[in-house]
Antibody
Framework: EVQLLESGGGLVQPGGSLRLSCAASGFSFSSYAMSWVRQAPGKGLEWVSAISGSGGRTYYADSVKGRFTISRDNSKNTLFLQMKSLRAEDTAVYYC???????????????WGQGTLVTVSS | QSVLTQPPSVSGAPGQRVTISCTGSSSNIGAGYDVHWYQQLPGTAPQLLIYDNNNRPSGVPDRFSGSKSGTSASLAITGLQAEDEADYYCQSYDSGLSGYVFGTGTKVTVL
């Protein structure tokens, strides 16, 4: 059974930093790209960042480029999101998700974690 | 912020059929990227509902179906049930943004 368990959320002041983790189990972690997707309170879903299975390629939404860093430790089956220079608009539930990429025209998420809440406020 | 447009809400009586549209552009759906749908029940994480335009993961009832044409896609729910009350999101890939894109989300209400 695939399981994704996020942790590391909490309250942080504007301009501060936070590191999220996602512990994965039930599948060959290093064989799959992984993503972070966030959802602001009462709002829709927004893709944040993705990383290839090897960790050699990373991708970011324009809204977080230069402030967030995605990484992974395949020896520990863990995905990370380092967030810096946090803003009020980064307040959201952050989900980690397992990516599926098929034939270069199909990109989606087949499993999601339960999410961790990040609140940026003074 | 969302690149794909959905109606904010749709509603129907139990047993009825409802559809949710998802409108994109030439850099995402119209470029040939597949469309996927997620169901988000209140207070829970999204779950994959339809993948590759019209395929259901194991365990998803055949009351849910998807289609895609041109720069748009749609999700149909037939035989609407109370347990279908949820938010639904379409998702694709955008070559201009080089990333995943979601729809604005649609709340389905069972009357």
């Amino acid at each position: 059974e695939v399981q994704l368990l996020e942790s590391g959320g909490g309250l942080v002041q504007p301009g501060g930093s936070l590191r999220l983790s996602c512990a994965a189990s039930g599948f060959s972690f290093s064989s799959y790209a992984m993503s972070w997707v966030r959802q602001a309170p009462g709002k829709g879903l927004e893709w944040v960042s993705a990383i290839s299975g090897s960790g050699g390629r990373t991708y970011y939404a324009d809204s977080v480029k230069g402030r967030f860093t995605i990484s992974r430790d395949n020896s520990k089956n863990t995905l990370f999101l380092q967030m810096k220079s946090l803003r009020a608009e980064d307040t959201a539930v952050y989900y980690c998700a397992k990516d599926i990429v098929v034939a270069a025209n199909s990109y989606y998420f087949d499993y999601w974690g339960q999410g961790t809440l990040v609140t940026v406020s003074s | 912020q969302s690149v794909l447009t959905q109606p904010p809400s749709v509603s129907g009586a139990p047993g009825q059929r409802v559809t949710i549209s998802c409108t994109g552009s030439s850099s995402n759906i119209g470029a040939g990227y597949d469309v996927h749908w997620y169901q988000q029940l209140p207070g829970t994480a999204p779950q994959l509902l339809i993948y590759d335009n019209n395929n259901r993961p194991s365990g998803v009832p055949d009351r849910f179906s998807g289609s895609k044409s041109g720069t748009s896609a749609s999700l149909a729910i037939t035989g609407l049930q109370a347990e279908d009350e949820a938010d639904y999101y379409c998702q694709s890939y955008d070559s201009g943004l080089s990333g995943y894109v979601f729809g604005t989300g649609t709340k389905v209400t069972v009357l």
